[in-house]
């Protein structure tokens, strides 16, 4: 079983909508947990840290249950440019080491 | 945001040869970089822990004879893929952390993608 499972999509989704990721990780002792972007054939880039109380930054918005060590993104308004990968990242005790997800491809379109 | 540069960002070689992909903190010191591997279609796999001043920690299954890391200054992680072979072919993505940052804050270069012929 993958340390962190995600359904690679892609999702194809028009401009405005609000599209949602899902993210499952194996390991319970893991401490931190982030979303980040990739674009195609580029460097991931944190999109943002996820908090047991959920966090929301602008349109996005990110949630934790450690219970069901499940892990979510919500995009509201989706725009062109939100189209990427988005990788699940886990981080466990004592360990500065992230763990990817192999990934969610959102395609926007107009 | 910090910024960590790689270098080259491309590198087409043939079988055999052996290739250097240098990783720098451009405004920070660095004891800590990671070095990841990226297949197609597959998620960053972490090939090896690199403190400076010390040897680097290599995960499962990653062969320490074959990619050679040195981290000889705070600035400067250097991974050398030996006898290169087309199975090595992938892009190869180092990151930095932060003294004084979040515990888990890490700064990605941009990539290094390797073709083997």
């Known amino acids: 079983r993958k340390e962190v499972e995600q359904d690679p999509g892609p999702f194809n989704v028009p401009e405005g909508a609000t599209v949602a990721f899902n993210c499952t990780y194996s390991?319970?002792?893991?401490?931190?947990f982030f979303w980040y972007r990739q674009d195609c054939r580029k460097e991931p880039k944190l999109l943002m840290s996820?908090?047991?109380s959920g966090n929301e930054d602008g349109r996005f918005t990110a949630q934790l249950n450690r219970a069901s060590q499940y892990i979510s993104l919500l995009i509201r308004d989706s725009k062109l440019s939100d189209s990427a990968t988005y990788l699940c990242?886990?981080?466990?005790?004592?360990?500065?080491?992230?763990?990817f997800g192999s990934g969610t491809r959102l395609q926007v379109q107009p | 945001g910090a910024v960590v540069s790689q270098h080259p960002s491309r590198v087409i070689c043939k079988s055999g040869t052996s290739v250097k992909i240098e990783c720098r903190s451009l405004d920070f010191q660095a004891t800590t970089m990671f070095w990841y591997r990226q297949f197609p279609k597959q998620s960053l796999m972490l090939m090896a822990t690199?403190?400076?001043?010390?040897?680097?920690?290599?995960e499962q299954g990653v062969e320490k004879d074959k990619f050679l890391i040195n981290h000889a200054s705070l600035t400067l992680s250097t991974l050398t893929v030996t006898s290169a072979h087309p199975e090595d072919s992938s892009f190869y993505i180092c990151s930095a952390a932060r003294p004084g940052g979040a515990y888990n804050e890490q700064f990605f270069g941009p990539g290094t993608r390797l073709t083997v012929l």
């Open positions: 990242v886990v981080s466990g005790t004592g360990r500065r080491a992230l763990t």
């Open positions: 690199s403190n400076e001043g010390s040897k680097a920690t290599y």
């Open positions: 996820v908090y047991s």
């Open positions: 390991n319970s002792a893991s401490q931190s």
